[in-house]
C-alpha cells in the first residue's frame, strides 16, 4: 500500500518552450504555477519494490507569478544547479538540494518567453523576451550582454552543443535566427521557411553534416528563398543540423553550413485511439521536439492529439515514423504535448518524460517506446476530497478544472493509479459524495449548480439531475427519503436518495432511480412538519447521521437545525456559531463508545470548532424545539476559517480540521487537546480525508492545486500556528500567483467561504475565461502561461479568448504590423502600407481539398493504382468488396466516382480542416454539399457561429433561422456581447427575451431603450426596468440618474427621496421643487425646510428665505428664520456673536431705533403680508405643532437660536391676536433654554428686545392673577429679575466700580491714618507692597451709591425668595446628590479592586485632599472628616431618595410645572452684595436670604459659600 507520503502535484504550466528539464542520475523538474516541482526517477525514488519508481521530492517556492521556463546545468558536478524564468520578470538560479535560491537577476523589462542553460559554458544563461531581447548572463562572474537581434516575439532558443557561442532563436512570426554572442550578436543565419509559431528547437547530437545521408531538397521553397545579405557572412567551421518545429504543422531540417533547409517533414493525421477528450473541443497544435543523445537519425516529436512520433531520418525520400506506444490502446497522452526531456537514470535507463495538456506527466522507455508510468496532477483548486465506503481505497477527488479523478490509494503496483472523469461535468467540481453501499456510484456537484451521478465502474456518461441549484452546489449527502419521495407508483426504489445543499440556500431532494424528474424542496416539508410561518434560514451544509434518523442542516446565520426522519420534525436547534456553517460531521457508530455516535462537530467562517452532544435531545424527542447554546467541547488553535471536518474511523473522539490559516490539525476532541498540525500546503485548506485503512494517514486538498498524502506521526508541530509562527506560512502563501485583472468583471457580493471556493485567488475560472473549452476546461483555465506573450502593436493574438480566423489577406497585414510596428522610431508613417501588400502577394490562398491535393501528388505507383482501382469501380457491373475497400481507402477518387463517394471524400476534408483549427473552410465544404443545416448545427456546437452563417440561415427555412439566431444569441452570452446577441433576438421579434438577456447582465439603458421602443407603454416590464436601474444607481450613488429612473417608472415621491440623499443644499432644494411639482406636498415643505437650515449653517439668510417659499405651509418657518436673521444681525452689530461672518442679510428696511418687537412685526407686515389677526393665527397654528427638544450645555449655538426664535416668534404671534397667556409662555420657553444652555449673554438679549421696560406690561395684559398662565408669568419675572441682578453684581465686581443706572460712584480723601487702619483689616495676600507702604498724604477712597433704579432692582429681588420653589430645588438637589454618590460608591469599589496590589496607593492621596479642605474651610475639617470615616450606607441613601421624591409629589403641578431660577443662588449673590456695600441690601432681605440658606441649604456647595460669606 506504499504508507510514505505523496504528493499529487499542480499541472505544468501550458505553451512554454522549455518549462521542464531532467538532469543524469535520475532529477526530473517541471514547472507548475510559480513554483517548479521536483521529482526523483529511478532506484533513488526509494519506493517500495514492485511500484513506480518516481517520487514527488519538493517544490522551488519563490517566484509570485507563473514560471514560463525552466532549464537544469547539465555540466557533470553541478546537476544541483538550475534556472527559471517567470512572468515576474526574474531569472532566478536554484540549489535543488537545499531548494533555496543562489541568485537572480531581472534584466529583462519586458515578459520572458524562453531560457536555456548553455550546454558548454557552465555559468551561462541566455533568456529571450516577447520584445526579442536577448540576455547572455553568466553567474560565476555576474556579468550580462544586452542583445536585440530582431523586432520580434521570441517563442523558444536552444544553445548548440558544439560550438559555446552560438544559439538559435525561434520567433512567434515562423523565423529562426542562428547568432554568435561573441560578436555581439550576430546574425550568422536566417532560416526562413516556417510561416508560423517557433515552438522547439533542437540541434543535432553529433557535429558536422556526414551523420545523416539527405540532400538538400531540390523542388523546396527554401532555394528560392534568399538570405539576403548573410550568404557573405563567415559559414559555421563545423556545419551541424538543427531541427524546428512550428505551428505550421511540419518539422525543418536546416543545415548550418549553408543556412538552407534540407528537408521538410509534416506531420501525419492520426486516427484517436480511444483518447478520453470530447469531441467537440478544437486544440491547438503544439510541435515539440527531442533528438536522442547519440542517435542522429533518429527524432521525437509530438503530434496533433497528443500522440509521440519516433522519426526515422536515414532516408529522406521516404517519411518514417514509428507510434509510441502503438501496442498498448489509451497509454498515449490525450491531448497536446508541450515539452520532452531524455532522462537518464542511475541504472543506465534511457528515459523520456514529457506534460501535456491532459494533465499528465508520462515516463517512456526509448528502447520499447512504452509508456513506463504516469504522474497524473490537477489543474484547478481541491474542492473535495471523498473514500468509496464500499471500494477500500478509492479516493474521489473534485477539482477546478471540471474533472472528477478517482485515486486507487491502495494500489500495489502503481502509487498513481488514478481514473479521471470528465464528459457531462463542464464545471468546477465542488462537492463529491459516495454511496453508502453501491459500488462505484458516486453523486458530484459543480459550481454552475448541477447534480449528478457517476458510475465509476464503467464508461457511461454521468446521469444529471434535471433541477439545477442556482448557484454553486455546497455540499452533498446520501439519507432516506422524506414522505413526498417516499410515496408514488414507481414500484420499489432504493431506500437512500442524494441530498443536495447549494449556494441559494436551498437543499433539494433527487430521485436517484429518476434524476430527469423534478428534485424536491425539503423546506416545503419542513414547514408543513413543523407549521413554520416565518421565513426558513438560508441553508449552508447538509450532514445525515449515519443510522439515517437524524438530519443536520447548518445555516447562513450560523445555527444548526437538527431534525427527526421521516417527516424533518425539528427537534434542536444549536446556536453556536455566528457565522455561515461550512461543514458538519457526526461521529462514526462503530467504536468502542456507541454514546460517541451522538457527537456532532462543526466549523464555520469563525476559527473555532464545536463538538456538541446530541445523545440526550435525541432520545427524549421533545415536543418543542430545544435551542443549545453551550457546547460539549470547543476546539481552539486555528486562525482562520474552517472548511473542512473529519472524523477519525479508528479513533474514538478523534478529529481533523482544515482551514483557511493554511494548516490541518488533528484533534483528541474529548481531551480538547490538539495533537498534530500539517503545514505543507501553500495555500488555503478546503477538504480533508482520513485513510480508511491506515490510521496514521491523511489526505488534504488546497487552493494551492495540490493533494497531499501526509502521515500524522511525521508532523513536527501540535497546533496550528499562532502570531509569528505564522509568519513563514504568510511567506508562502505571497509567493503564489496574483490574480491577473480582467477586462470585464461582475461584482462578487457572496462572502461566504463555500462561495469564495469559487472565486477566492483561483485563475482558473471557467466563467471568465471564454477561450476554447475542453472538459468544461478552458485553455487558459488555470494555467497563467496560457497566454502566449501579446504583440508588440497590440495585434489579437492566436491565443486570444476567441480564435481568431482570418484570410490570408488578413493574415498577412497581421504578420506585418508585427514587423513594422516595432521599428515605428525608425519608419515614417506611411511605410507600413507598402510591406502588407508585397507580403500579401507571395501568400497562396488555402486549399479547399488539401487532403485529396496531397494524395494525387504520391509516387507514380500509387497514382497509377488509382487509375485502376478507378476503372475497375466504374466499369464493373457488379459491386465488389475489395473494390469498395479500395475506394473507401483511397477516397480522394471521389471526384470521379459518384455522389456517395464525393460525399465520403468532403467528409474526410471536413474532418481534416476541423483538427487543423480551420472551421471556415469545414462550413464552405458543408455548403457545397448543400447541407446548410448541418454547417449550422455544427457550428453551433463548437461555438463557433459567425454572422455570415446566421445571414445565409433563411435559405434553410424559416424555424432553422429562428433556431439559428437563437443559437447565436447564446453563443455571443458565452462570449460577453449581451447587446450584439439582444439585437439578434429582436430580429426574430424576442422582445421581452432581449430585454431580460440586457436587463440580468446589467445593460439598463440599452434594455429601456428597447423597451420603450417596442413594447406599449403601460407594459409593467418597463416600470419594473425603471425600479431596478433606479436601485442600483441609488446604491452606487448616482442619485440624479436614479431620480430619473423612479419618474419615469411614475414614482415621483421615491425620485424626490434619492435626489436628497446627497444632503447638499443644491440637491435638497431640487428634490423639495420636484416633490412640489408631483403634488408631494408634505414631502416638498419638510425637503425645503431642510434646505433652509442647510443655508442657515452658511448664514445665507436669503437663499434660506427663498427655500422657505417654495410652499406656502413653511410660511410660519419664514416667520422664525426671519425673527432669527433680525436677532443674529443685532448681536452681530454688538459684537456678541461668536464672531463676525460675511452673513448675506436681506435687504429689510433697518430701523433699529425702533424696539426689536416694532422691527420684527414691520418686517412681517411688509415682507410676508402678516397684517391681520387670522394670518397671525395661521402661522401660530403652523408652528405650535412644532416641537423641539429641551437645550443643554452641548447644544450648537445655531441650533439654539432657531429653536430660542421658533418660541419668540409663538410669542409674538400671541401679542398680534392678543393671546398674551401664549405670549407669556412663548417667551418664557426661550428664556428657559437659553438659561438651560448656560449661554447668559443670549437670555439678556431675549429680555432687552423683548422686555426692555420689564414685565409690568404684561402683568397689566394679564390682568387677573389667579389665571392659569400666573406661574409661568411668576417665573418669566423672576428670571427677568434674576439676570438684572447678575448685571447688578457684575456693576460692582470690578477693581473700581464706574457709575451706572444702578450706582453712582465718587471719591473721597482718606487720612494715611485711616488707610493703614483699613490695610490692617486686609489679608496679606491680598495687599499690593506697592500700598503697604503708608504715605504722609492723603488718598482717594470710591464712593458707591444706589441710584433709584438700583433701589428698585434690589427690593425686586424679593421675588426670587420663593420658599416652594427652594424646597423643590432642594428635594432635586438632594435626588441628584444621591445619585451622585451612588456613582462614587461604585467608582471607588473598582478602584479598590483594581489597586488591591498598590501598597497604599488609594489611601496616599486622601490626607492631601483633607489638607487641602482644611484649608480652603477649616471650620468644616470636622465634619469632612467625619464624612469620610462614616460612609453613608445604601439603606440610607435610599431612604433619603424616597423622602425628596415624597416632597417633590407634594408641590403643586403649576410649581413643577415651569423652572425657576436658583433660589439659593439669588441668596447667596445678594448676602455678597450686602457684605460688600453695606447699605445696599436691607437687613431684612438679609435676614430672609440666610434663613433659606439655613433651611435649604444642605448641598456642599451652599454650605462653603455661606460659611465663607458668616466668617
Known amino acids: 500500500m506504499g504508507q510514505e507520503p505523496r504528493t499529487l502535484p499542480p499541472s505544468p504550466n501550458w505553451y512554454c518552450s522549455r518549462c521542464s528539464d531532467a538532469v543524469p542520475g535520475g532529477l526530473f523538474g517541471f514547472a507548475a504555477r510559480t513554483s517548479v516541482f521536483l521529482v ?30 525552466f532549464t537544469f546545468c547539465h555540466h557533470p558536478g553541478q546537476y544541483n544547479l538550475c534556472a527559471t524564468s517567470s512572468d515576474d520578470g526574474t531569472v532566478k538560479i536554484w540549489d535543488v538540494e537545499t531548494k533555496t535560491i543562489v541568485t537572480e537577476h531581472a534584466l529583462h ?34 556579468d550580462s550582454q544586452h542583445l536585440f537581434i530582431e523586432p520580434r516575439t521570441i517563442f523558444c532558443l536552444t544553445c548548440s552543443p558544439h560550438h559555446e557561442d552560438l544559439v538559435a532563436i525561434g520567433y512567434k512570426d515562423g523565423m529562426v535566427v542562428i547568432i554568435d554572442i561573441s560578436k555581439k550578436g550576430e546574425v550568422i543565419h536566417r532560416l526562413r521557411g516556417h510561416d508560423d509559431e517557433i515552438h522547439s528547437i533542437a540541434w543535432c547530437p553529433l557535429p558536422g553534416e556526414d551523420c545523416l545521408f539527405i540532400n538538400q531538397e531540390e523542388n523546396s521553397e ?87 512520433l519516433l522519426w526515422d531520418l536515414t532516408q529522406s525520400w521516404r517519411r518514417k515514423y514509428t507510434l509510441f506506444s502503438a501496442s498498448s490502446e489509451g497509454q498515449n497522452h490525450s491531448r497536446i504535448v508541450f515539452n520532452l526531456c531524455p532522462l537518464q537514470t542511475e541504472d543506465d535507463k534511457q528515459l523520456l518524460l514529457s506534460t501535456s495538456m491532459d494533465r499528465d506527466v508520462k515516463c517512456w522507455d526509448m528502447a520499447t517506446l512504452e509508456c513506463c508510468w504516469t504522474l497524473p496532477s490537477l489543474g484547478g483548486f481541491a474542492y473535495s476530497l471523498a473514500f468509496s465506503p464500499v471500494d477500500t481505497g478509492c479516493l474521489a477527488i473534485g477539482a477546478g478544472d471540471g474533472m472528477i479523478r478517482i485515486w486507487n490509494t491502495f494500489s500495489i503496483k502503481n502509487n498513481y493509479d488514478v481514473k479521471i472523469f470528465w464528459q457531462g461535468v463542464k464545471s468546477k467540481v465542488t462537492a463529491l459524495c459516495w454511496h453508502p453501499t453501491k459500488e462505484g456510484c458516486l453523486a458530484f456537484g459543480t459550481d454552475d449548480g448541477k447534480v449528478g451521478l457517476y458510475d465509476t465502474c464503467s464508461n457511461k456518461p454521468p446521469q444529471i439531475s434535471s433541477t439545477y441549484h442556482k448557484k454553486t452546489v455546497y455540499s452533498l449527502a ?63 451544509e447538509i450532514s445525515w447521521k449515519a443510522d439515517g434518523k437524524i438530519m443536520a442542516l447548518g445555516n447562513e446565520d450560523g445555527s444548526i437545525e437538527i431534525f427527526k426522519a421521516p417527516n424533518l420534525k425539528l427537534i434542536c436547534t444549536i446556536q453556536q456559531h455566528h457565522k455561515l456553517v461550512n461543514t458538519i460531521s457526526w461521529h462514526h457508530e462503530y467504536g468502542s463508545q456507541p454514546e460517541l455516535s451522538y457527537l456532532m462537530a462543526s466549523g464555520s ?149 463555500k462561495q469564495e471556493l469559487c472565486n477566492g485567488n483561483e485563475e482558473e475560472s471557467v466563467k471568465e475565461s471564454s477561450g476554447p473549452v475542453e472538459n468544461g476546461v478552458s485553455d487558459q483555465e488555470t494555467e497563467e502561461e496560457a497566454r502566449e506573450p501579446e504583440l508588440p502593436c497590440g495585434v489579437t493574438s492566436a491565443v486570444s479568448k476567441d480564435p481568431v480566423i482570418c484570410t490570408p489577406a488578413s493574415l498577412g497585414f497581421e504578420k506585418s504590423k508585427v514587423t513594422i510596428n516595432n521599428k515605428v522610431t525608425l519608419l515614417k508613417k506611411e511605410a507600413p502600407k507598402e510591406k502588407p501588400e508585397a507580403l500579401i502577394k507571395k501568400r497562396k490562398a488555402r486549399s479547399m481539398l488539401p487532403l485529396s491535393t496531397s494524395l494525387d501528388h504520391r509516387s507514380k505507383e500509387e497514382l497509377h493504382q488509382d487509375c485502376l ?21 483511397r477516397f480522394h477518387l471521389g471526384l470521379f466516382t459518384d455522389r456517395a463517394t ?43 457561429l459567425t454572422d455570415n452563417l446566421v445571414a445565409m440561415a433563411p435559405v434553410a427555412g424559416y424555424h432553422v433561422w429562428v433556431w439559428a439566431v437563437e443559437a447565436f444569441a447564446k453563443q455571443l452570452c458565452f462570449q460577453d456581447q449581451y447587446v450584439k446577441a439582444a439585437s439578434h433576438l429582436l430580429s426574430i421579434h424576442k422582445v421581452y427575451e432581449a430585454v431580460e438577456l440586457l436587463k440580468s447582465n446589467h445593460f439598463y439603458r440599452e434594455a429601456i431603450a428597447i423597451a420603450k421602443a417596442r413594447l406599449r407603454p403601460e407594459d409593467p416590464i418597463l416600470k419594473d426596468l425603471y425600479l431596478s436601474w433606479g436601485a442600483i444607481l441609488e446604491k452606487d450613488g448616482h442619485y440624479a440618474l436614479a431620480a430619473k429612473c423612479y419618474l419615469g417608472a411614475t414614482s415621483a415621491y421615491d425620485a424626490a427621496k434619492v435626489l436628497a440623499k446627497k444632503g447638499d443644499v443644491a440637491s435638497l432644494r431640487t428634490a423639495a421643487e420636484l416633490a412640489s411639482i408631483v403634488g408631494e406636498n408634505e414631502l416638498s415643505a419638510t425637503l425645503a425646510l431642510r434646505c433652509a437650515q442647510e443655508l442657515l449653517l452658511a448664514k445665507n439668510w436669503v437663499g434660506a428665505q427663498e427655500a422657505l417659499q417654495l410652499h406656502e405651509s413653511l410660511k410660519g418657518q419664514r416667520l422664525v428664520f426671519c425673527l432669527l436673521e433680525l436677532l443674529s444681525k443685532d448681536l452681530e452689530e454688538k459684537q456678541l456673536s461668536e464672531g463676525k461672518s460675511s452673513s448675506s442679510y436681506n435687504a429689510w428696511p433697518a430701523g433699529s431705533e425702533r424696539p426689536f418687537v416694532e422691527r420684527v412685526t414691520a418686517v412681517w407686515k411688509s415682507a410676508f403680508s402678516l397684517d391681520s389677526p387670522e394670518q397671525s393665527q395661521a402661522a401660530f397654528q403652523q408652528l405650535q405643532d412644532i416641537k423641539y427638544p429641551s437645550a443643554t450645555s452641548n447644544t450648537p449655538s445655531k441650533q439654539l437660536l432657531l429653536h430660542i426664535c421658533h418660541d419668540l416668534t409663538l410669542a409674538v404671534l400671541s401679542q398680534q391676536v392678543a393671546s398674551w397667556d401664549a405670549a407669556v409662555e412663548g417667551l418664557l420657553r426661550a428664556v428657559i433654554r437659553s438659561y438651560n444652555s448656560g449661554n447668559f449673554t443670549i437670555m439678556q438679549e431675549v429680555h432687552s428686545a423683548f422686555l426692555p421696560e420689564g414685565c409690568d406690561h404684561l402683568r397689566d395684559k394679564l390682568g387677573d392673577h389667579q389665571s392659569p398662565t400666573t406661574p409661568a408669568f411668576k417665573s418669566l419675572e423672576a428670571f427677568f429679575i434674576y439676570g438684572r441682578l447678575y448685571e447688578f453684581w457684575w456693576s460692582l465686581s470690578g477693581p473700581c466700580p464706574e457709575s451706572s443706572i444702578w450706582v453712582r460712584a465718587a471719591h473721597r480723601r482718606i487720612t494715611s491714618v485711616e488707610q493703614s487702619q483699613q490695610l490692617d483689616n486686609v489679608s496679606p495676600e491680598e495687599t499690593d507692597p506697592k500700598a503697604s507702604q ?83 474651610s477649616p471650620q468644616n475639617q470636622c465634619t469632612s472628616k467625619e464624612e469620610k470615616n462614616e460612609p453613608v450606607s445604601l439603606p440610607e441613601l435610599t431612604k433619603r431618595i424616597t423622602e425628596a421624591n415624597e416632597r417633590i409629589a407634594k408641590f403643586p403641578e403649576s410649581i413643577k410645572t415651569w423652572p425657576f431660577p436658583d433660589v439659593l443662588e439669588c441668596c447667596l449673590i445678594l448676602l455678597h452684595i450686602g457684605s460688600q456695600y453695606s447699605g445696599f441690601v436691607t437687613q431684612e432681605m438679609q435676614q430672609q436670604a440666610q434663613e433659606l440658606l439655613q433651611k435649604y441649604g444642605s448641598a456642599k456647595v451652599y454650605k462653603r459659600h455661606y460659611q465663607t460669606l458668616c466668617t
Open 40 to 69: 526523483r526517477v529511478g532506484p533513488g525514488a526509494d519506493v517500495m519494490p514492485g511500484t513506480s519508481p518516481f517520487r514527488v521530492i519538493g517544490e522551488l517556492v519563490g517566484h509570485t507569478e507563473r514560471v514560463s521556463g
Open 109 to 142: 523589462q519586458h515578459t520572458i518567453s524562453a531560457l536555456h542553460w548553455s550546454p558548454l559554458v557552465k555559468d551561462l544563461l541566455v533568456s529571450g523576451d516577447e520584445k526579442g531581447v536577448v540576455f547572455c548572463y553568466w553567474l560565476n562572474r555576474n
Open 222 to 308: 527554401e532555394l528560392e528563398v534568399p538570405n539576403g545579405n548573410v550568404i557573405a557572412q563567415t559559414p559555421v567551421k563545423k556545419g551541424c543540423y538543427l531541427a524546428t518545429g512550428s505551428k505550421d504543422q511540419t518539422i525543418r531540417i536546416w543545415s548550418c553550413s549553408t543556412g538552407r533547409g534540407v528537408t521538410t517533414l509534416k506531420l501525419p493525421f492520426l486516427k484517436r485511439r480511444g483518447g478520453g477528450i470530447d469531441p467537440t473541443v478544437k486544440e491547438r497544435l503544439w510541435l515539440t521536439l527531442h533528438w536522442p543523445k547519440g542517435q542522429p537519425t533518429q527524432l521525437v516529436s509530438s503530434c496533433f492529439g497528443g500522440e509521440l
Open 478 to 540: 446520501w439519507g432516506p427519503p422524506v414522505p413526498s419521495m417516499a410515496l408514488g407508483g414507481e414500484g420499489d426504489r432504493p431506500s437512500l436518495t442524494l441530498y443536495s445543499c447549494g449556494g441559494e440556500g436551498i437543499v433539494l431532494q433527487h430521485k436517484p432511480w429518476k434524476l430527469s424528474g423534478e428534485a424536491f424542496d425539503i423546506n416545503k416539508l419542513i414547514r408543513d412538519t413543523n407549521s413554520i410561518k416565518y421565513k426558513l434560514p438560508v441553508h449552508t
Open 605 to 753: 467562517n469563525n476559527a473555532v470548532i464545536y463538538v456538541h452532544n446530541l445523545q440526550t435531545v435525541i432520545e427524549s424527542n421533545p415536543e418543542s424545539p430545544v435551542t443549545i447554546t453551550e457546547p460539549y467541547r470547543t476546539l481552539s488553535g486555528h486562525t482562520a476559517k474552517i472548511t473542512s471536518l473529519a472524523w477519525s474511523p479508528h479513533h474514538d473522539g478523534r478529529l481533523i480540521s482544515a482551514s483557511y490559516d493554511g494548516t490541518a490539525q488533528v484533534w483528541d476532541t474529548l481531551q480538547e487537546q490538539p495533537l498534530c498540525n500539517f503545514r505543507g500546503h501553500r495555500g488555503r485548506l478546503l477538504c480533508i480525508a482520513w485513510s480508511p485503512l491506515d490510521p496514521d494517514c491523511i489526505y488534504s486538498g488546497a487552493d494551492d492545486f495540490c493533494v497531499y498524502k501526509w502521515l500524522t506521526s511525521m508532523q513536527e508541530h501540535s497546533r496550528p500556528p499562532q502570531g509569528k509562527k505564522s509568519i513563514e506560512l504568510e511567506k508562502k502563501r505571497l509567493s503564489q500567483p496574483k490574480p491577473k485583472p480582467k477586462k470585464k468583471k461582475k461584482p462578487i457580493l457572496r462572502v461566504a467561504v
Open 869 to 889: 482501382v478507378l476503372a475497375t469501380a466504374k466499369h464493373s457491373r457488379e459491386p465488389k468488396d475489395d473494390v469498395s475497400a479500395d475506394l473507401e481507402e
Open 902 to 944: 464525393l460525399y465520403r471524400m468532403v467528409e474526410v476534408e471536413g474532418k481534416g480542416h476541423l483538427e487543423n483549427g480551420h472551421p471556415e473552410l469545414f462550413h464552405q465544404l458543408m455548403l457545397w454539399k448543400g447541407d446548410l443545416k448541418g454547417v449550422l448545427q455544427t457550428a453551433a456546437e463548437r461555438g463557433e
Open 1334 to 1416: 503708608p504715605e504722609p498724604s492723603r488718598t482717594l477712597e470710591l464712593d458707591v451709591r444706589l441710584t433709584e433704579e438700583g433701589e428698585q432692582m434690589l427690593n425686586a429681588c424679593k421675588e426670587l425668595f420663593s420658599e416652594e420653589h427652594a424646597g423643590l430645588q432642594n428635594a432635586q438637589r438632594t435626588i441628584a446628590e444621591v445619585q451622585e454618590t451612588l456613582a462614587e460608591m461604585i467608582r471607588q469599589h473598582q478602584k479598590s479592586q483594581l489597586c488591591k496590589s498598590t501598597a497604599n496607593g488609594p489611601d496616599k492621596n486622601e490626607p492631601e485632599q483633607e489638607a487641602e479642605q482644611s484649608l480652603s
